[in-house]
Nanobody, 125 residues
Framework: VQLQACGGGLVQAGGSLRLSCAAS????????MSWFRQAPGKEREFVAG??????????YYGDRVKGRFTISRDNAKNTVDLQMNSLNPEDTALYYC?????????????????WGQGTQVTVSS
C-alpha cells in the first residue's frame, strides 16, 4: 500500500484548506484511512479517521478538530480528503495520511502500518 498526501500550504487564521490522500494497493476499501499531524517538538496526534464497512461509513475526530474538520472518502478513486475550516495557528503541523486494515484503536499512531509522506500546513495569525 502506498499513500500520497497533498494539499498543504500557508493560510491565514480563519481560513480553510483541503488535504487529499491518494492510496494505491489491493483491498483498500476495507482499510481504515486516517489523518494524523505532528507539530515541531510534539507527538504525532490523531486528527480524523474513516472506516467503511461495505455498507456504512464511520468517521472519527480528534477533540481539537471536531466541528471544524471533515474527513471524506471516495472508494472508487481510493482517496481520502480532509476539509479543514476555521484554521488557527495551533493547527500548524505536518499532516500525514495513514492506513491499516484493522487498527486496534483508530486514534493510535502505532496501530497503523502504512503511512504517506507528510504535507505541511502552516496557519499564520
Amino acid at each position: 500500500v502506498q499513500l500520497q498526501a497533498c494539499g498543504g500550504g500557508l493560510v491565514q487564521a480563519g481560513g480553510s484548506l483541503r488535504l487529499s490522500c491518494a492510496a494505491s494497493g489491493p483491498g483498500l476499501s476495507s482499510y481504515v484511512m486516517s489523518w494524523f499531524r505532528q507539530a515541531p517538538g510534539k507527538e504525532r496526534e490523531f486528527v480524523a479517521g474513516h472506516r467503511w464497512t461495505g455498507r456504512t461509513s464511520y468517521t472519527y475526530y480528534g477533540d481539537r478538530v471536531k466541528g471544524r474538520f471533515t474527513i471524506s472518502r471516495d472508494n472508487a478513486k481510493n482517496t481520502v480528503d480532509l476539509q479543514m475550516n476555521s484554521l488557527n495557528p495551533e493547527d500548524t503541523a505536518l499532516y500525514y495520511c495513514a492506513a491499516d486494515p484493522v487498527p486496534r484503536t483508530i486514534s493510535h499512531v502505532n496501530d497503523y502500518e502504512y503511512w504517506g509522506q507528510g504535507t505541511q500546513v502552516t496557519v499564520s495569525s
